[in-house]
């Protein structure tokens, strides 16, 4: 079966310092991997797509991917307190036309 | 951009009774998605949809569920009869081709009571 686990579960960082998050996958056979932002109890925010090994950049958000290492990441710029969020990692596989959801990290960004 | 409109945002419905969740989808999009959601926990997908049939559910779609797409109107979740753990936010999303950005609405929340 097919998983996508996220690390950490929450994240409190400092208004303007790095915020650094994790999801790994479970095989080699994804494809595409996003990551989206969620405030609490609406909907979903893409924040950047990415879909080969390296780096994509969208605004203050960074995706980092490494396929060998079953490995994405997000990194964000300057982080406000309006980043405060649960950040959800997704991943799809080859022959299935569908997203499996990482269960998320809660981040706190504090004045 | 391309907006994936869920109606109602919320609704309220007594256990035992049928809802109907309706979904009004990306205008060219031909890939539709259900994904529910119970508070604090994680976005698990239902089901899948295209050209009329569904292509993949899990086994959270259970018996008492179905969805539709008549005629290209609204994409729809059934749910008949609803039991209290189906209480969740049910996120519907379209994509235009098996692997491309899927678009999310934003939900609706679904209490049964």
């Known amino acids: 079966q097919q998983k996508v686990q996220q690390s950490p579960e929450s994240l409190t960082v400092s208004e303007g310092a790095m915020a650094s998050l994790n999801c790994t996958f479970s095989d080699g056979t994804s494809n595409n991997f996003r990551w989206y932002r969620q405030h609490s109890a609406k909907g979903l925010e893409v924040l950047v797509s990415?879909?080969?090994?390296g780096e994509k950049e969208e605004g203050r958000f960074t995706a980092h991917l490494n396929r060998a290492n079953l490995h994405v990441s997000l990194h964000i710029r300057e982080p406000q307190p309006s980043d405060s969020a649960v950040y959800l990692c997704?991943?799809?596989?080859?022959?299935?036309?569908?997203?499996?959801f990482g269960a998320g990290t809660r981040l706190k960004v504090i004045a | 951009g391309p907006k994936v409109l869920q109606i109602p945002s919320h609704q309220i419905i007594d256990m035992g009774q049928m809802v109907t969740l309706n979904c009004d989808p990306v205008?060219?999009?031909?890939?539709f998605y259900w994904y529910k959601q119970i508070l604090g926990q994680q976005m698990e997908f239902l089901v899948n949809?295209?050209?009329?049939?569904?292509?993949?559910k899990s086994k959270l779609f259970k018996d008492q569920f179905s969805v539709e797409r008549p005629d290209g109107s609204y994409f729809t979740l059934k749910i008949q009869p609803t039991a209290l753990e189906d209480s969740a936010v049910y996120f519907c999303a379209s994509s235009l081709a098996g692997g491309a950005e899927v678009f999310f609405g934003k939900g609706t929340r679904l209490t049964v009571v």
């Open positions: 990415i879909f080969s090994d």
């Open positions: 997704a991943v799809s596989f080859t022959g299935n036309y569908k997203y499996v």
């Open positions: 205008s060219n999009h031909l890939y």
């Open positions: 949809f295209y050209n009329g049939k569904v292509m993949e």
